[in-house]
């Protein structure tokens, strides 16, 4: 516990610098909230320090907290310069990435669905491409409370992750094995990054995926915690700005419900009661899931309400029906678009990958009415 907060004691002045100066661009409210919010952070990393420490300490971790502070400052400021200054040219690899992103939507729009609203919706879910899909469609993602399902975020690159190192299984589980699949998977993880935009909650994704990799090489336990704070002033030293995007706010703030309060309420879990193994697996599934919904909506929630104006009542139930649904449609999709590529219509696959859009659709469609 020492750790974890000694790690969010030098991240957090860290971030309060670069908040200073990214929102800084003149007296308003969001200046107002952004100095507010730094100052609240640079007490919270004290007192982190002064709870973990002996108080003849505290006037040295101090002036390492000014220190960090003083270093997010320095990164914004440098970033905005440079900004203003250099022209941004993609490298062949990010060319090559967004180039196989328009290829990608190009298939999808070429695979015979029935339905004009599916291939739209698999875009979104694996490319980001949201301009096609019609607006009743959109409305009933946000009045139910899903409009992340069709924001790409760590999700959609954690079933990317989780269907790569599905597939390198074949490898083994020798230490050479071990670090060819890491290797895949970052490669793999990291051009699909690139290909979709790079946006700021899929990088946070793509570092954690880097540094769990990493950690899982070494032989040395990540806890979610010490990575969240790590990959927060990674992700803040080499993209300053995207502390002012909301996705970067809302994913971290989800991050930070399941590192912090997410374990508090597994606690309430009344335990094993039943003798049916198979009930008491999937009541204990409908708990955790119930529990990382409220998770994340404590953090998120009055962030999504000052940015979108919305806070829907039902995302619990929301939860459990779209990220299941969605962690199956993204692998499907994913075999139907290569196997369509190749010239093989499978229409097993085509129909079932519609179906599925067809169910998520319509389940939201019912829950935004409720």
């Given at each position: 516990m020492t750790a974890e907060?000694?790690?969010?004691?030098?991240?957090?002045?860290?971030?309060?610098?670069?908040?200073?100066?990214?929102?800084?661009?003149g007296v308003s409210a969001s200046a107002s909230s952004a100095a507010l919010f730094s100052i609240t952070l640079i007490l919270l990393g004290l007192l982190l320090y002064i709870r973990s420490h002996?108080?003849?300490?505290v006037a040295t971790w101090t002036i390492l907290l000014l220190c960090m502070g003083i270093c997010g400052v320095l990164a914004a400021s440098t970033d905005l310069l440079l900004s203003v200054s250099r022209q941004r040219e993609a490298s062949w690899i990010a060319s090559a990435a967004l180039d196989f992103c328009e290829r990608m939507q190009g298939t999808i729009e070429r695979i015979p669905f029935k339905d004009?609203?599916?291939?739209?919706?698999?875009?979104?879910?694996?490319?980001?491409?949201k301009n096609g899909i019609p607006d009743e469609v959109t409305e009933a993602f946000r009045a139910s409370g899903a409009s992340h399902i069709l924001a790409l975020s760590g999700l959609h690159l954690g079933i990317i992750y989780a269907v790569v190192r599905f597939m390198t299984r074949c490898l083994g589980n020798s230490q050479k094995a071990k670090a060819a699949r890491s290797v895949i998977l970052i490669c793999t993880c990291?051009?699909?990054?690139?290909?979709?935009?790079?946006?700021?909650?899929?990088?946070?994704?793509?570092?954690?995926?880097?540094?769990?990799?990493?950690?899982?090489?070494?032989?040395?336990?990540?806890g979610l915690r010490k990575v969240m704070m790590a990959a927060l002033l990674i992700h803040l030293t080499i993209?300053?700005?995207?502390?002012?995007?909301?996705?970067?706010?809302?994913?971290?703030?989800?991050?930070?419900?399941?590192?912090?309060?997410?374990?508090?309420?597994?606690?309430?879990?009344?335990?094993?009661?039943?003798?049916?193994?198979?009930?008491?697996?999937?009541?204990?599934?409908i708990w955790e899931s119930a529990a990382m919904s409220i998770s994340c909506q404590i953090t998120t929630g009055p962030l999504a309400y000052i940015y979108f104006g919305t806070f829907p009542t039902q995302f619990i139930l929301t939860n459990m029906i779209a990220l299941p649904l969605t962690g199956i449609i993204i692998p499907m999709a994913l075999v139907t678009l290569v196997t369509c590529s190749m010239g093989w219509n499978v229409d097993i696959l085509i129909n079932g990958t519609e179906f599925l859009v067809t169910l998520l659709c319509g389940s939201l469609d019912l829950l935004s009415t409720m």
């Open positions: 907060r000694d790690i969010a004691g030098i991240v957090l002045p860290f971030v309060a610098g670069t908040a200073i100066v990214m929102y800084a661009g002996r108080i003849s300490h004009e609203t599916t291939p739209q919706i698999l875009k979104a879910l694996l490319t980001g491409e990291g051009f699909y990054t690139l290909a979709t935009g790079a946006g700021a909650s899929i990088v946070r994704a793509f570092i954690f995926i880097l540094m769990g990799e990493a950690a899982r090489l070494s032989g040395r336990p990540a993209m300053p700005s995207s502390i002012k995007e909301s996705g970067f706010q809302l994913s971290y703030a989800a991050i930070a419900g399941i590192a912090y309060i997410f374990p508090w309420l597994q606690g309430f879990w009344p335990g094993d009661r039943h003798e049916d193994a198979a009930l008491t697996k999937c009541a204990r599934w």
